[in-house]
């Protein structure tokens, strides 16, 4: 896993903002970025390239799931993973996201490692 | 009186009843039957219409009564909810979340320099350690003035316990989460909290426009009345361009005369 590519975090809140980049600081990345919600997370996407998006679910402005269909809907940003990072558990949520193509579901809260093994995957694939 | 009917009670009950008892029984039936004279059906009337005066003033007196009550009593302690109460209720669930908001920025600012302090004298223990092995491999054993043994031991002790502690940041770090957990579920809460603030002021509203419309317009019907408030409704709760239309002050207004 290239530990150099760009990141953006999406959460409205400061907190679980920190928290996401903390660990990835820990795990190696230097290159995050933030948005509180999706429609800034949209224009940065449209403005600079990113390698990877981690993104809340319930958000004021623009919700995630919303965000991920407008990426994937994309031609330019459609290839970018998208990591949904959520409280939201019910079944139907995490069938929403897989339909609308979501690369992978982290449930708050969640640790370092968990955060680490999703990643690996989506990059070993 | 009806001769014709007199001579058949006094058939009827073969002498047992005196013309005037006979005359008696039958003005009673006539006053019963509704079938008397003029004035007989006048006072009957008259005596109906008095009660029913009497039934309708009670009437009247209890919604009075009613209105009143409800005026003096629980429509104060409504508005009360819906001016103050309520809003205080959301306002003390966002100064919640600002307060935990902060005690957990607080706190992740001191596990942040805790995690680089501790990062930082791992580096110079390596550092250290490095030193001492490389002062045994150019002084030989320690007899000749090389590395104790027992002391990179203790390097060695020293630095896993850094390693912990690292670890222990870390996961205080990712437990930090329960900030944002918690704060979702205390701005669901607002939310329905400014719901509820929502829904009793239209209540309150619409209560209050009906008042002041029958006021204004006693003779308006039932019908009538709702179509209007409902209209005034949806005027007061529809996009308005400035100057036009009920602003804050109007609503507070209008709330406060009810």
Known sequence: MDTNMRVLIVDDFATMRRILKNILKQIGFKNISEADNGKTALKELKNERFDL????????????????????SDE????????????????????????????????????????????????AA | MNKGLISEIENLVEGKLSAQEIERLLRFMNRKSLKGSEEEREAFFKHLAREMRQEMKELAALIVEFKRDFMSKIHPEITELRTTYIPQAADQLEGIIESTEQAANQIMDNLELMQRLTEDAIGDLAGLKG????????????????????????????????????????????????????????????????????????????????????????????????????????????????????????????????
């Open chain 1, 53 to 72: 998006v981690l993104c809340d679910w319930n958000m004021p402005e623009m919700p995630g799931i919303e965000l991920l269909n407008q990426v994937r």
């Open chain 1, 76 to 123: 330019q940003l459609k290839g970018i993973p998208f990591v949904m990072v959520t409280a939201e558990a019910k079944k139907e949520n995490i069938l929403e996201a897989v339909k609308a193509g979501v690369s992978s579901y982290i449930v708050k809260p969640f640790t370092a490692e968990t955060v680490s093994e999703k990643l690996k995957k989506i990059f």
């Open chain 2, 131 to 258: 030193k001492l092995i490389e002062r045994s491999a150019r002084s030989g054993p320690q007899e000749s003035g090389g590395a104790d043994p027992s002391l990179t031991a203790r390097i060695e002790t020293l630095h896993q316990s850094l390693e912990r502690c690292l670890s222990l940041i870390a996961d205080s770090f990712e437990r930090m989460s329960f900030q944002d957990l918690t704060g979702q579920r205390i701005k669901r809460t607002i939310d329905l909290v400014n719901l509820m603030e929502e829904r009793i002021k239209k209540t309150l509203l619409s209560f209050g426009l009906k008042l002041t419309e029958k006021t204004n317009n006693p003779g308006i019907s039932g019908d009538d009345l709702a179509s209007t408030v409902e209209k005034k409704l949806s005027d007061l709760s529809g996009p308005q361009r400035p100057g036009e239309g009920l602003n804050q002050a109007d609503i507070d207004k209008l709330l406060a005369r009810l």
